[in-house]
C-alpha cells in the first residue's frame, strides 16, 4: 500500500502569512494527489484535486502543485477562516491513503 | 442537489456488529460512474479510508480491515451499507459516507456530516 506523510505535523502562523504544507508518497503517484480541508467539528472539504486543480468555489489563495513522491499546498496569504487541519489523498491505486494532517494555528 | 447522509447506532458493545446506512440524494447508487466510499476518524485522529463500492457492484476493502467489513447497496432506497464486525474501543470514530468523483485521482467531492460511534460496554 502507498504511504503519505506530511510536514510539519503543526504550524503556527499569523493573518497574512504564506504557508507550505508538504506531502510525501512512499512511491510515484504520477499527478493523482487531492487536498482537504477540515474545521474543528466539520466534515472534510476538498480543496485541490489532482495536485493542482482548485476545486470549485474555493479561493484562489489555496495552490497545489508537485508530481512523482512529492506535493505542496501553498496559502498564498492566510486568512482567518484557514485555519484548521489539512490532509492528503493518494488517488493513483486503491486502498486511497490520507497523510497524518497538518494543523494551521495562529 | 447531492447530498449524502449517515445513520447508524451511536453505540454498541465490544464484540458487536455495526451497522451503518448510508442514504444518497441527488445522484443515484446505480449511475454510470458512481463510487461511494467510506470512512473514518478516531477523535483527534486522521483519516481511514475503509471501504468502497461502485456502481456496477465491484468492492474494494482496507486492507487491515478487510476480514471484518461488508460494504453492500439498496438500489431501491439508493443507500450503501457498511457492517463491521466484531467491534473493539479502537474502533470509536466519527463515520463518514462520501462520493468520489470521476477524473484520474477519484476526489472525495461530496461527503456526509458524519455519525459518531462509540463502543463500549
Known amino acids: 500500500d502507498i504511504q503519505m506523510t506530511q510536514s510539519p505535523s503543526s504550524l503556527s502562523a499569523s493573518i497574512g502569512d504564506r504557508v507550505t504544507i508538504t506531502c510525501r508518497a512512499s512511491?510515484?503517484?504520477?499527478?493523482?494527489l487531492n487536498w482537504y480541508q477540515q474545521k474543528p467539528g466539520k466534515t472534510p472539504k476538498l480543496l485541490i484535486y489532482?495536485?493542482?486543480s482548485l476545486q470549485s468555489g474555493v479561493p484562489s489563495r489555496f495552490s497545489g502543485s508537485g508530481s512523482g513522491t512529492g506535493f505542496t499546498l501553498t496559502i498564498s496569504s492566510l486568512q482567518p477562516e484557514d485555519f484548521a487541519t489539512y490532509y492528503c489523498?493518494?488517488?493513483?491505486?486503491?486502498?486511497?491513503?490520507f497523510g497524518q494532517g497538518t494543523r494551521v494555528e495562529i | 442537489q447531492v447530498t449524502l447522509k449517515e445513520s447508524g447506532p451511536a453505540l454498541v458493545k465490544p464484540t458487536q456488529t455495526l451497522t451503518l446506512t448510508c442514504t444518497l440524494s441527488?445522484?443515484?447508487?446505480?449511475?454510470?460512474?458512481?463510487?461511494v466510499s467510506w470512512i473514518r476518524q478516531p477523535p483527534g485522529e486522521a483519516l481511514e479510508w475503509l471501504a468502497r463500492?461502485?456502481?456496477?457492484?465491484?468492492?474494494f476493502y482496507s486492507p487491515s480491515l478487510k476480514t471484518r467489513l461488508t460494504i453492500s447497496k439498496d438500489t431501491s432506497k439508493d443507500q450503501v451499507v457498511l457492517t463491521m464486525t466484531n467491534m473493539d474501543p479502537v474502533d470509536t470514530a466519527t463515520y463518514y459516507c462520501?462520493?468520489?468523483?470521476?477524473?484520474?485521482?477519484?476526489?472525495?467531492?461530496?461527503w456526509g456530516q458524519g455519525t459518531q460511534v462509540t463502543v463500549s460496554s
Open positions: 462520501a462520493r468520489q468523483g470521476g477524473g484520474e485521482t477519484l476526489p472525495f467531492d461530496y
Open positions: 441527488g445522484f443515484s447508487v446505480t449511475s454510470v460512474g458512481t463510487r
Open positions: 463500492i461502485d456502481w456496477d457492484d465491484e468492492k
Open positions: 512511491q510515484s503517484i504520477s499527478t493523482s
Open positions: 489532482a495536485a493542482s
Open positions: 489523498q493518494q488517488g493513483y491505486v486503491a486502498p486511497p491513503a
